[in-house]
């Protein structure tokens, strides 16, 4: 029998092992065992104990996305501080940690005014720590950039695009001599994001060009740069005048993705999709109609045979071959994509029903009809005649 402190240790180390490779239900599984153990070890009046559950709410939130659970172990542990015997800096730090992650869950959950009021506490907390020299410049600038990130989700979310672009200057000027350039190219993106939604495409791309210039010339060839150009070029598509430079960043980004994550990349995918739908509308249906057809199988490997993204890509080359006069090879393509969504929707889904009236339509086309009943005639004089040979079934089945 080991001693539950001992064994607290052991399913603490295991649950951070866990989580270092990726292995999240099981992460959280030894961090709910921490909090009955640290319970059963230090008592129910003990800080530790709302530590532990503030951890477990974090993981939850984390790893798991699940707001309401997160919220609810946040709220057991700012029940349990009131009652802790421990020094006033520690149960700060911990009522910190509590209001950023109800913060998050709260705007996980869209309820922006509860997730404002404890970003906003958050703020207070920060402020008054470092006042009393309890936490770091580098820990204060660090915690109140993730403020800022949150309330400007919150004012987002609003529609409150003045408050949140308030809150992207706070954090350029925190990130100012920080040599946090990934951080900083986020934020201009963020900036975009909300003059794009006020229909404000040329400062949107103003943000996006200083955004640009920052990652061709710091992190050319991360990850970061790929996501800036595809930024850029959705918001320049908008805009026909400006289908060339569109075009180039859609490629620079394609290229980018392509050498750093690889052609089977989700990122990567979504990006060429995104990229064809703005030859679609430029004009260049064969472009488009080539690269869709040539990440099928691709999309096969990355998302499986039933899947969303396979489905939607059938349905698209369906569609440019109807367009494109070629009803035999249509009917084949809407087809399968009709068996996808069928598995993935039911038969009575709407975009089920909408490709079922498109594949009955091709059906009725002559050429269709034809190749249809000749299939079928075959058949019938295959079954029509006398029984085959042993020599003829091996053909037959061959």
Not at 80 to 93: H, V
Not at 137 to 147: A, C, F, L, N, S
Request: aromatic share 4%.
């Amino acid at each position: 029998m080991m001693p539950p402190e001992d064994k607290l240790t052991v399913v603490e180390r295991r649950a951070q092992d866990h989580e270092d490779k990726q292995e999240f239900d099981a992460c959280i599984q030894d961090l709910v065992r921490c909090v009955a153990l640290t319970k059963l070890v230090f008592g129910a009046s003990h800080l530790k104990l709302a530590q532990a559950h503030i951890r477990l709410a974090k993981a939850y939130l984390k790893f798991k996305g699940c707001g309401l659970q997160a919220q609810e172990h946040a709220t057991l542990a700012r029940e349990l501080l009131p009652s802790c015997s421990s020094s006033s800096t520690e149960k700060l730090e911990a009522l910190l940690t509590i209001h950023l992650t109800h913060g998050e869950a709260s705007l996980m959950a869209a309820n922006g005014e509860e997730a404002e009021s404890s970003f906003l506490e958050s703020e207070r907390l920060v402020e008054e720590l470092h006042q009393h020299g309890d936490i770091s410049q580098e820990d204060k600038i660090k915690t109140i950039q993730e403020v800022s990130s949150g309330l400007y989700r919150v004012y987002k979310t609003q529609n409150r695009p003045d408050k949140a672009l308030g809150q992207c200057e706070k954090s350029l000027r925190l990130l100012r001599d920080c040599g946090q350039p990934e951080s900083v190219i986020s934020v201009y993106r963020d900036m975009a994001a909300v003059e794009q939604d006020r229909g404000r495409s040329d400062r949107a791309v103003e943000h996006l060009s200083k955004a640009h210039a920052i990652a061709m010339s710091q992190c050319p060839e991360e990850l970061v740069g790929a996501e800036v150009s595809h930024s850029m070029a959705l918001i320049l598509s908008s805009d026909p005048g400006h289908n060339d430079s569109a075009g180039q960043h859609f490629e620079r980004s394609l290229s980018i993705y392509k050498t750093s994550a690889g052609p089977q990349d989700a990122a990567f995918l979504a990006v060429q999709d995104d990229f064809c739908r703005f030859l679609l509308v430029s004009g260049q249906e064969e472009k488009c109609l080539d690269i869709q057809r040539s990440s099928l199988a691709t999309k096969k490997s990355t998302f499986g045979d039933v899947s969303v993204e396979v489905a939607d890509t059938l349905e698209l080359i369906g569609s440019l071959e109807m367009a494109q006069g070629c009803l035999r090879q249509a009917h084949r393509t809407m087809t399968k994509c009709l068996q996808i969504q069928r598995l993935l929707f039911g038969p009575q889904h709407r975009r089920s029903k909408a490709t079922e009236k498109a594949v009955e339509m091709l059906a009725r086309a002559p050429e269709v009809a034809q190749t249809q009943w000749s299939r079928s005639g075959d058949k019938t004089k295959l079954f029509s005649t006398t029984a085959p040979s042993r020599n003829e079934e091996s053909s037959i089945s061959d």
